[in-house]
Antibody
Framework: EVQLLESGGGLVQPGGSLRLSCAAS????????MSWVRQSPGKGLEWVSA????????YYADSVRGRFTISRDNSKNTLHLQINGLRVDDTAIYYC??????????????WGQGTLVTVSS | QSVLTQPPSVSGAPGQSVTISCTGS?????????VHWYQQLPGTAPKVLIY???NRPSGVPDRFSVSNSGTSVSLAITGLQADDEADYYC???????????FGGGTKLTVL
């Protein structure tokens, strides 16, 4: 059974930092592209960042580029998202996502349960 | 403003059918990129409902189906049931390295 367990969310002041983690199990993590997708309260889904299976390629939404850094540790089956310079509009549930095999574009095959990041003074 | 356009809400009585449209452009759906659908039940994480345009994961009934037309796709749900009440999102890509695109989501209410 695929499991994605996020951690690291919490309440942080504007300008602060957080490191989100996602512990993966039940599939070949080292062979899977991974993403983070967020959902602001009462809003829709927004893709945030993705990383290739080997960790050498990473991609970011324009809204977070330069502030967020995605990384992975394939030896520990763990995905991370370092979030710096947090803004109020970064408040959201952050979902860890295992991507499915791409044919014509990426997609999310499995979602974690999410971790809530609240940015407020 | 989402790149893919969905109606904010749809509703139907049990047993009836509804459709949810997802309209993109020549940069994403019209360019041939796959469209995927996710179902988000109240208070839970999304889960994949339809992938590679028309494929259903095991456990998803054939009451859920998709049709497409150029730059739009439509999710049809027949024989509405109370536990179909959820938010539905379409997702595609526009070919750029950060080109994930989502619809704004549609809230389905079963009357």
């Amino acid at each position: 059974e695929v499991q994605l367990l996020e951690s690291g969310g919490g309440l942080v002041q504007p300008g602060g930092s957080l490191r989100l983690s996602c512990a993966a199990s039940g599939f070949s993590f080292m062979n899977s592209a991974m993403s983070w997708v967020r959902q602001s309260p009462g809003k829709g889904l927004e893709w945030v960042s993705a990383i290739s299976p080997d960790g050498f390629r990473s991609y970011y939404a324009d809204s977070v580029r330069g502030r967020f850094t995605i990384s992975r540790d394939n030896s520990k089956n763990t995905l991370h998202l370092q979030i710096n310079g947090l803004r109020v509009d970064d408040t959201a549930i952050y979902y860890c996502a295992k991507e499915g095999t791409q044919i014509k574009g990426p997609w999310v095959e499995y979602w974690g349960q999410g971790t809530l990041v609240t940015v407020s003074s | 403003q989402s790149v893919l356009t969905q109606p904010p809400s749809v509703s139907g009585a049990p047993g009836q059918s509804v459709t949810i449209s997802c309209t993109g452009s020549s940069s994403n759906i019209g360019a041939g990129y796959d469209v995927h659908w996710y179902q988000q039940l109240p208070g839970t994480a999304p889960k994949v409902l339809i992938y590679y345009n028309t494929n259903r994961p095991s456990g998803v009934p054939d009451r859920f189906s998709v049709s497409n037309s150029g730059t739009s796709v439509s999710l049809a749900i027949t024989g509405l049931q109370a536990d179909d009440e959820a938010d539905y999102y379409c997702q595609s890509h526009d070919g750029s390295p950060n080109g994930w695109v989502f619809g704004g989501g549609t809230k389905l209410t079963v009357l």
